[in-house]
């Protein structure tokens, strides 16, 4: 299946939910799925970053943004990472990404970054934030990753707020991958700390009413929906056609 995605629509418009009420069937007799040519990932996340920094203006936008899947955890943390790392590109300002996904991290594996030391030791040791967070060969991308659960690992709710004010203060942009929408406490406490959640959606896989929960649960927890990606979506059409879009 191709890795390919493509940002949707503000989800105050009614077409947020023109997803499919099944999964869909493949065809039969068809020529095989191929990505779509015309607009390759990365501008797909430049779009993505643009419409959520760039284009609102300089303070006017979200400065902390989450991602975040319904179920799964590892395209969320592949979104992140690409978009963090298109926004240090064309972006004034120090960027950093964080891994809030304390129990299954893996935006450090998608930068190939160590994962000694992160936010858990953030959360339970004293120190500047900064102190926690690793440069990513630009002066202005830096990575927080996870870090290691310790048994007895338990962080209050203050300390993560105190914490995530520090991101605020030491960095422009902060991007964090959290944890799926399933586990509700872990996800709705990082986008309540958050400006917003951009909204991860597997194309093909997630159902519309599963959907329309989700973003009711935001909704219940007073987070602010941003937008959503619909991820890994792919279009059988030959790839002779493709070029003559």
Not at 14 to 38: H, M, R, S, T, V
Not at 106 to 118: C, E, F, P, W
Not at 155 to 167: C, G, H, K, Q, T
Not at 195 to 208: F, K
Request: hydrophobic share 40%; charged share 25%; aromatic share 6%.
């Amino acid at each position: 299946m191709s890795r390919n995605f493509e940002l949707l629509q503000r989800v105050a418009k009614d077409d947020f939910f023109n997803l499919p009420e099944e999964p869909a069937p493949p065809p039969k007799k068809a020529a095989p799925a191929i990505p779509f040519k015309k607009e390759p990932p990365d501008a797909e996340i430049t779009k993505l970053v643009q419409r959520l920094f760039t284009q609102a203006g300089k303070g006017s936008g979200p400065k902390v943004v989450s991602f975040s899947g319904i179920a799964r955890d590892d395209r969320s943390s592949w979104i992140c990472a690409r978009a963090g790392e298109a926004l240090a590109e064309h972006a004034e300002g120090s960027v950093c990404m964080v891994d809030a996904n304390l129990w299954s991290p893996q935006l450090h594996a998608q930068l190939s970054a160590s994962n000694q030391t992160g936010l858990a030791e953030a959360l339970t040791t004293p120190g500047p934030i900064r102190n926690f967070a690793m440069p990513l060969g630009g002066k202005n991308l830096w990575l927080v990753p996870s870090g290691l659960v310790k048994p007895g690992f338990r962080p209050s709710m203050e300390r993560y707020r105190e914490r995530f004010a520090e991101l605020r203060e030491a960095f422009d942009y902060v991007l964090i991958s959290a944890p799926a929408l399933s586990r509700e406490g872990e996800a709705t406490l990082v986008g309540q700390l958050s400006d917003g959640v951009v909204l991860i959606v597997e194309a093909h896989q997630t159902r519309r009413d599963i959907v329309r929960r989700a973003k009711e649960q935001l909704e219940r927890a007073r987070v602010q929906l941003l937008g959503a990606v619909l991820d890994q979506r792919t279009f059988p059409i030959p790839e002779k056609l493709y070029q003559k879009l």
